[in-house]
């Protein structure tokens, strides 16, 4: 199936204005009464949020459309550390993501637009936009902003309350950011990749978009592939796509595979290399997973899964915000917990503790980062029962003292054709 | 009487257990002192039970919300 999102890559530099031009046409101008058709557009295309929460794209701009001064905040942060999609399409393909924050702002009556994105990739974000105000008058004021560190601050109201200058700390919602966002303001907070497609289907339409997808996720969605794979990196799938073959076009496995980590490490795991799923939410739910931000970590079977899971979850309960007890001290009792495990150093009554704990935390911050962890630790729980309990009895294996293949930098950020 | 539900602040409770000793029909601690809050709609016979903790609550963290 041909790039749409990447299409034009590999590249040498970024794709420029005029080649963005050439490879997708000129962006639609929304006339009267085009802001709502444009928001049918996205609901009959099926769009959902890339950012990890999947949530349905037109009912968050309806949420903003109609209130007084709206902002656009393009989520870049990718706080994610296994993802690079968001890094691939600010610094390959910019003006596709302009074009999905443009026809937010002008459907919703925007005038302002924040741009949040690491400040490694401010400068083909800040040459595209020259590009632009080269070709045209601006009609809406876009900001470039250096999005916060940590993996917590992503999160759209840790993102905002740094935005508006004070640290990046989750609120508790309500109020959305639709009601009250960046300073007050009715906000339409997007992922990087959600207004991408944005671009494409106001050019094409709902219909274009979902040839080509599945009935859950419509379309072909951004994945980031990594671990035992000959060539991890970040790739355009059709939704849909069965979860082997997307280690297949990741150049295919380095050895046998374990299990799969899905979705981002507030994701969860699958046996095998997904046999018998596919990237789609129907296929994914009934695994337990979802799409996520688009993440698919290969486990080897000459890794090991216990202490893998154990690190990860030492890592995400170090990464809480630290203003919800059950956060702070629920995941650090459940990275203890897995810590002991993997070692060999259990107690009576760990491993109720262990579904205890994990059912403890969900649903208990201010955002949702315990549910995420809840969600990684409950699925590994199930595929790694085996494991698991070997640990607990015998300690450590020989495959314990590896190298920790997740919190290693994140994927090769190259887009592959 | 709109129903309304119970809910906590997370980031502005300090688990000082006030709350669950005062209406334990609806809120119980959990493994770290922390309040776990029935999520339904508060019946109006224990509704002066709500309002009281929420009084009490010295953190201010705990809210009668209108609305599922
Ligand atoms: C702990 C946590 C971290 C998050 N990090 C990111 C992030 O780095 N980038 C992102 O786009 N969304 C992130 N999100 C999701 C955002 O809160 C929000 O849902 C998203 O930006 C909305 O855009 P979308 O609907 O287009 O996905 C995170 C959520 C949580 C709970
Ligand atoms: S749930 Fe955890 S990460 Fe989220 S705001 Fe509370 S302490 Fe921070
Ligand atoms: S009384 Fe207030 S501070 Fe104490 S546990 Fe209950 S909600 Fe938290």
Known sequence: MRHRLLAGLPSPHPIGLATHLELHGPSPLLGRGGGDALIAELEAAGLRG????????????????????????????????MSAKDRVLMT??????????????????????????????????????????????????????????????????????????????PR???PFPAERGLNGRPTLVQNAETLAHVALIARHGAAWFRDGGSGGIPGTALVSISGAVRAPGVYE????????????????????????????????WVGGAGEGLSFDDASLQSAGVSAGAG??????AADCPVAETAALTAWLA??????????????????????????????????????????????????????????????????FATELSEHARRGPCAACGRARLLLTPRAREAATA | MRPERLVVDPTACTAHGM????????????????????????PPDLRDHAERAVKMCPALALKLRRGS
């Not at chain 1, 910019?94 to 026809?103: F, I």
């Not at chain 1, 799938?237 to 490490?265: E, F, H, K, M, S």
């Not at chain 1, 993440?295 to 080897?300: D, F, H, R, T």
């Open chain 1, 295 to 300: 993440v698919l970590v290969a486990l080897g």
């Open chain 1, 237 to 268: 799938i059709p939704a849909g796509t069965p979860l082997p073959d997307v280690l297949d076009i990741a150049g295919g496995r380095l050895q046998q595979v374990r299990a799969l980590l899905v979705g981002g490490y507030f994701g969860g």
């Open chain 1, 92 to 169: 390959q393909v910019p003006h596709l993501v302009l074009d999905g924050a443009l026809l937010a702002a002008q459907a919703l009556g925007a005038r302002d637009c924040v741009i949040a994105a690491p400040a490694g990739v401010h400068a083909p974000i800040r040459s595209a936009l020259r590009e632009r105000r080269a070709a045209a008058r601006p009609a809406v004021r876009i900001k470039v902003e250096a999005s916060p560190h940590g993996y917590v601050g992503g999160e759209e109201s840790a993102l905002l309350s740094h935005l508006e200058g004070r640290a990046p700390l």
């Open chain 1, 50 to 81: 890339c950012g990890g929460a999947g949530f349905p794209a037109a009912a968050k701009w309806r949420a903003v459309a109609g209130r007084r001064r709206p902002v656009i905040v393009v989520n870049a942060a990718e706080g994610e550390p």
């Open chain 2, 19 to 42: 709350c669950a000793e005062l209406f334990p029909e609806w809120i119980q601690l959990d493994d770290w002192g922390y309040p776990m809050i029935d999520s339904g709609d508060v």
């Open chain 1, 318 to 383: 170090d990464e809480s915000a630290g203003q919800c007890g059950p956060c702070v001290y629920g995941l650090g009792a459940l990275a203890d917990l897995l810590g002991r495990i993997a070692g060999g150093r259990t107690e009576r009554g760990d491993g109720a503790r262990l579904t205890r704990w994990t059912e403890m935390v969900r649903g208990r911050g201010a955002c949702r980062h315990p549910d995420g962890v809840a969600r990684m630790i409950s699925t590994a729980g199930r595929v």
């Open chain 1, 172 to 174: 508790l919602k309500p």
